[in-house]
């Protein structure tokens, strides 16, 4: 079942907007039938003349033509004439005269241009609720904009006190930065004093290593020279007892037992050279084995000093010697 055709005066919305029905029927464009449709805004194609033929009459750009009534939504249907009212019968018996009535074209043009005011009038009745709309969505928007701009000074103190957090932090991670570094470059330095501490450990151990290996081949030599000591003691002791007095005096013996006592003396310096050579290179020497060294090897006693040694005269001399023997 097709759509009915919207009366004439009706205001009906089409996609190119609202307007009023102006005309319906038969063209001489085109077959079928077509609707035409005076638009409230300038969003038509004529003035409702088409191809020289005015079908009705519009503003410039204002007329709208459609074949096809179901893109027509109406809005709301033509205002009616009020019905008039009865005429109150005379009291007298003379017969009332008939009042004149204007001719068909006349009243047919006032009735058209009252539908046209009336429907301009359910136009602008659409505009006021489209204008009432929009007023209401700027109040929203304008009481929206006022509690933004009630909140807008919190907004700001928050920011900046964000700004200064933001700031102290930035303060706070370059001196963590800064600490970083010298950790590192301490870290450096710790490592390579390690490094260092490392090789000189290898070079006393390697050290320590050859001296013990010279000690050894010392205590050897002593233990030798110990053995041809004690061969020769018994030697000389059966020798005493053959001929007592005439061994002891003879010059070959005596020369034998200073020999053995120079050798003697001779490895226990080396000995002793030895070991303190070994206390130096495994870093446990100190001044007070340096001077002990010094003391048993010229003789000295433990509780003589540098200038106690040949008097107050020579008691300089003899402390500067002492520093260069430590030394």
Same mark, same amino acid.
């Given at each position: 079942?097709?759509?009915?055709?919207?009366?004439?005066?009706?205001? $009906?919305?089409?996609?190119? %907007?609202?307007?009023?029905?102006?005309?319906?029927? %038969?063209?001489?464009?085109? !077959?079928?039938?077509?609707?035409?449709?005076?638009?409230?805004? !300038?969003?038509?194609?004529?003035?409702?003349? $088409?191809?020289?033929?005015?079908?009705?009459?519009?503003?410039?750009?204002?007329?709208?033509?459609?074949?096809?009534?179901?893109?027509?939504?109406?809005?709301?249907?033509?205002?009616?004439?009020?019905?008039?009212?009865?005429?109150?019968?005379? &009291?007298?018996?003379?017969?009332?005269?008939?009042?004149?009535?204007?001719?068909?074209?006349?009243?047919?043009?006032?009735?058209?241009? $009252?539908?046209?005011?009336?429907?301009?009038?359910?136009?602008?009745?659409?505009?006021?609720?489209?204008?009432?709309?929009?007023?209401?969505?700027?109040?929203?928007?304008?009481?929206?904009?006022?509690?933004?701009?009630?909140?807008?000074?919190?907004?700001?103190?928050?920011?900046? &006190?964000?700004?200064?957090?933001?700031?102290?932090?930035?303060?706070?991670?370059?001196?963590?930065?800064?600490?970083?570094?010298?950790?590192? @470059?301490?870290?450096?330095?710790?490592?390579?004093?390690?490094?260092?501490?490392?090789?000189?450990?290898?070079?006393?151990?390697?050290?320590?290593?050859?001296?013990?290996?010279?000690?050894?081949?010392?205590?050897?030599?002593?233990?030798?020279?110990?053995?041809?000591?004690?061969?020769?003691?018994?030697?000389?002791?059966?020798?005493?007892?053959?001929?007592?007095?005439?061994?002891?005096? &003879?010059?070959?013996?005596?020369?034998?037992?200073?020999?053995?006592?120079?050798?003697?003396?001779?490895?226990?310096?080396?000995?002793? &050279?030895?070991?303190?050579?070994?206390?130096?290179?495994?870093?446990?020497?100190?001044?007070?084995?340096?001077?002990?060294?010094?003391?048993?090897?010229?003789?000295? !006693?433990?509780?003589?000093?540098?200038?106690?040694? %040949?008097?107050?005269?020579?008691?300089?001399?003899?402390?500067?010697?002492? @520093?260069?023997?430590?030394?």
């Amino acid at each position: 079942m097709a759509p009915a055709e919207p009366p004439l005066g009706a205001l $009906v919305e089409v996609p190119a %907007g609202r307007g009023l029905v102006r005309f319906c029927g %038969g063209t001489s464009f085109s !077959a079928g039938r077509w609707v035409g449709i005076e638009l409230s805004e !300038a969003n038509g194609k004529n003035d409702g003349t $088409v191809q020289g033929i005015k079908y009705f009459t519009g503003k410039p750009n204002h007329a709208h033509q459609t074949t096809q009534p179901s893109t027509l939504r109406r809005v709301s249907e033509p205002l009616r004439d009020p019905e008039p009212e009865p005429e109150p019968e005379p &009291s007298s018996p003379i017969a009332p005269q008939e009042p004149s009535r204007p001719s068909t074209p006349v009243r047919a043009q006032d009735d058209q241009e $009252v539908q046209e005011l009336r429907a301009k009038i359910r136009v602008l009745e659409a505009k006021r609720a489209d204008d009432a709309r929009h007023v209401r969505e700027l109040e929203t928007r304008l009481s929206e904009a006022e509690s933004f701009v009630a909140l807008r000074p919190k907004l700001q103190a928050k920011l900046s &006190s964000q700004q200064t957090e933001l700031i102290t932090t930035r303060r706070e991670l370059a001196d963590a930065q800064q600490l970083a570094q010298m950790a590192e @470059s301490r870290i450096v330095d710790m490592q390579e004093q390690l490094e260092m501490a490392t090789l000189d450990k290898e070079m006393a151990e390697e050290r320590a290593e050859m001296a013990e290996a010279e000690l050894e081949e010392v205590k050897e030599n002593l233990a030798i020279v110990e053995v041809e000591l004690q061969v020769l003691k018994e030697g000389g002791e059966r020798a005493e007892e053959v001929t007592e007095t005439p061994v002891k005096q &003879s010059l070959a013996y005596i020369q034998l037992e200073k020999q053995n006592e120079r050798l003697k003396e001779a490895l226990i310096r080396r000995s002793k &050279s030895m070991r303190y050579r070994c206390q130096r290179d495994l870093g446990r020497s100190s001044g007070a084995a340096r001077e002990e060294q010094y003391r048993e090897e010229n003789g000295v !006693a433990p509780d003589v000093g540098p200038k106690s040694i %040949g008097g107050p005269a020579t008691g300089r001399l003899n402390e500067v010697r002492w @520093s260069a023997a430590l030394g």
